[in-house]
Structure formats: C-alpha cells, structure tokens
C-alpha cells in the first residue's frame, strides 16, 4: 500500500533555531518526492522537489534530503522565522508506466510553530 | 506570478444539495487536479483531468461527483447530492506537463450542514 508518514506530528521551537523534518514513505514506483509548505486555510505551496537521482536540494533556509535507498527524505530548516509557521507536507509521486502523469501520495504534515 | 484561483472562497450548502465548485488553472497548464482535505486529516486526491477526459480518479471519487472544463479557462467539479462528509477544503491544482510541480488554489472550503 502507498503511504507517506511524517514525523512528529507536530514541532515548536524558537525563532532562529534550526529544525529538521522527517518523511518516510512506501510508494511504488517512485517518481519524485516534494515537500510543501501549507499556511493554515491556504493551499499547499512547493519548497523543493527531488528525483531519485538527487540526494539533496536546498531552497533559501530550506534543504531536503532524499536517501532512495532506505525511502526516507528530510526537510531541514535553519534560522527559523515566525512565518515559518505552517504545516510542512512530504509529498511523494507514483510513475506510472507509459504516461507522464503521476499519482500524488500527502504525508499529514509535521505542524511546526515558531514562537518569538 | 500566474496563480489558480478558485471561487467560492467558502460555501455552505444543505445536505442533498448540489455544489459546483469553480477553479481556474494557470493558463499555459495542460493538466488538472482536484483534491480535497477534511479538518485536520491529509489531503487527498480525488480526481487528474487531461486532454479533456479524466486520467485517474480516487475511489472517493464515486458517482456523486464529476468534472468538466466547459471552456478553455475553467475547471469545475461537482457534487450531485451532497453528504455530512463531503465537508471539507477542496483543492484545484494545475501543472504544465506531467513531472512538472503542481501550483494549487488557495481552496474552496464547503460546509455541508
């Protein structure tokens, strides 16, 4: 069964401080992993998105990591910032054979705060 | 920036009735989607639209909806006869090809009374 699980379910630190996010998944094949970022009543905004060749991405304070072997991806922030606050959403992509269109596997999230 | 955008923003509806829920894509994409996120739980895929026939769908994605791309710039989907857990935040999103990043709305939120 194709599943994306996140942890923890939820994270505060505070302003400044570095935190990383964990995502596991079972989906197969796999095409690409995606990580969002989800402001509350908002949709889901992309950060970075890695094949299976890539092994890490960074955007601005935002890295991932993706081990394709073990089928584990993490999302490092550094230097938090109050507009960090958002649900933080490990996605994952199914290939499917003969078509470009892949099917979209959501993590729940890891809810992270930043507080002052 | 081009960006989807959806309306309504929110919409309450009685249970049994019909809702269509409106998106506009971003104009050079080729493929759609909706999804929908119930309170507090994941979101989840319902339905891929390309080439104006539906790709793959979701099994909740059952008789009650349907969706349609009545002119070269909206995208809707419908919900024949609404139910108590049809309530939930539904996402349109739009990409250009099939690898390519999904950029999605900013939401309809339905609540289903």
């Known amino acids: 069964k194709n599943q994306v699980e996140q942890s923890p379910q939820s994270l505060i630190i505070l302003e400044g401080k570095n935190c990383t996010l964990q995502c596991n998944y079972t989906v197969s094949p796999f095409s690409n992993l995606r990580w969002y970022k989800q402001d509350t009543g908002r949709g889901p905004v992309s950060l970075t998105i890695m094949t299976f060749s890539e092994n890490t991405k960074s955007n601005g304070r935002y890295t991932a990591t993706l081990d394709a072997d073990t089928k584990q991806s993490s999302l490092h922030i550094t230097a938090s910032q109050l507009s960090d606050s958002a649900s933080y959403i490990c996605v994952v992509s199914a290939s499917r054979r003969g078509s470009t269109l892949g099917r979209l596997y959501f993590g729940r999230g890891t809810q992270l705060t930043v507080w002052p | 920036e081009p960006e989807v955008t959806q309306t309504p923003s929110h919409q309450v509806t009685q249970m049994g009735q019909e809702v269509i829920l409106r998106c506009v894509p971003i104009?050079?994409?080729?493929?759609f989607y909706w999804y929908r996120q119930i309170l507090g739980q994941k979101v989840e895929f319902l339905v891929s639209?390309?080439?104006?026939?539906?790709?793959?769908k979701s099994e909740i994605f059952d008789d009650q909806f349907s969706v349609e791309r009545p002119d070269g710039s909206n995208f809707t989907l419908k919900i024949r006869s609404t139910k108590l857990e049809d309530s939930a935040m539904y996402f349109c999103?739009?990409?250009?090809?099939?690898?390519?990043?999904?950029?999605f709305g900013p939401g309809t939120r339905l609540l289903v009374l």
């Open positions: 999103a739009s990409r250009t090809s099939g690898r390519e990043t999904q950029y």
């Open positions: 104009s050079n994409h080729l493929y």
């Open positions: 639209f390309y080439n104006n026939e539906i790709s793959e």
